[in-house]
């Protein structure tokens, strides 16, 4: 079946550092590919998405391209902020007619001032 | 717009007691679903519904219960709870047949003793 697998946590950063979470799946086809980010108390929201391969994602400074041929999509930041301390799940949608999303299990990231 | 609203966040129950995890949401969407989040297994999906009337199985469905009477309401039965389903559990939904951008509610923290 699909699965989603992501580097163990957490990940403690200074501020402005440099971020790669990696990310890497498993699926029949070709799934749309994700990544969600929970902040502490609250639910998931999505980040940014890629639906092709070499396509590239990108929100809030954030930037993830799909591999088809090493099966990842890592998620990078330049310059990370204090603000930017949550969990962050890499999740995937196959193309076979089931909408449900698989997620990986999640990567804590700290920044610290 | 309030979201997806969960009721309630926090709840303690014995083993065998049964209760009902509150889901709605405002934005008209005709898919919703439930997931728990467990440490180190990210989130999987309990049950969902593509439409009022319609549900079905995720991937971990033994001892719930779900309906869905109305486009708004997805409510998530524990029949006779066990230890086993201390978790927190998130409700989802998202627009149209692509699933591709999920809105979370914020949670509710289950304990079970």
């Known amino acids: 079946g699909d699965s989603v697998t992501q580097m163990e946590g957490p990940v403690t950063l200074s501020e402005e550092a440099f971020l790669t979470i990696n990310c890497t799946y498993t699926a029949t086809g070709y799934p749309s590919l994700f990544w969600y980010v929970q902040y502490p108390g609250e639910g998931l929201q999505l980040l940014l998405k890629a639906t092709k391969a070499d396509d590239k994602g990108s929100n809030k400074g954030f930037e993830a391209t799909y591999r088809k041929e090493t099966t990842s999509f890592h998620l990078e930041k330049g310059s990370v902020q204090v603000s930017d301390s949550a969990v962050y799940f890499c999740?995937?949608?196959?193309?076979?007619?089931?909408?449900?999303?698989?997620f990986g299990s999640g990567t804590r990231l700290q920044v610290q001032p | 717009n309030a979201g997806v609203t969960q009721t309630p966040k926090f709840q303690v129950l014995k083993t065998g007691q049964s209760m009902t995890l509150q889901c709605a949401q405002d934005?008209?969407?005709?898919?919703m679903s439930w997931y728990r989040q467990d440490p180190g297994m990210g989130l999987r999906l309990i049950h969902y519904s593509v439409g009022a009337g319609i549900t079905d199985q995720g991937e971990v469905p033994n001892g719930y219960n779900v309906s869905r009477s109305t486009t708004e309401d997805f409510p998530l039965r524990l029949l006779s709870a066990a230890p086993s389903q201390t978790s927190v559990y998130f409700c989802?939904?998202?627009?149209?047949?692509?699933?591709?951008?999920?809105?979370f509610g914020s949670g509710t923290q289950l304990s079970v003793l």
């Open positions: 999740a995937l949608r196959d193309r076979r007619g089931r909408r449900a999303l698989t």
């Open positions: 934005m008209n969407h005709e898919y």
């Open positions: 989802a939904s998202s627009q149209g047949s692509t699933n591709e951008k999920l809105f």
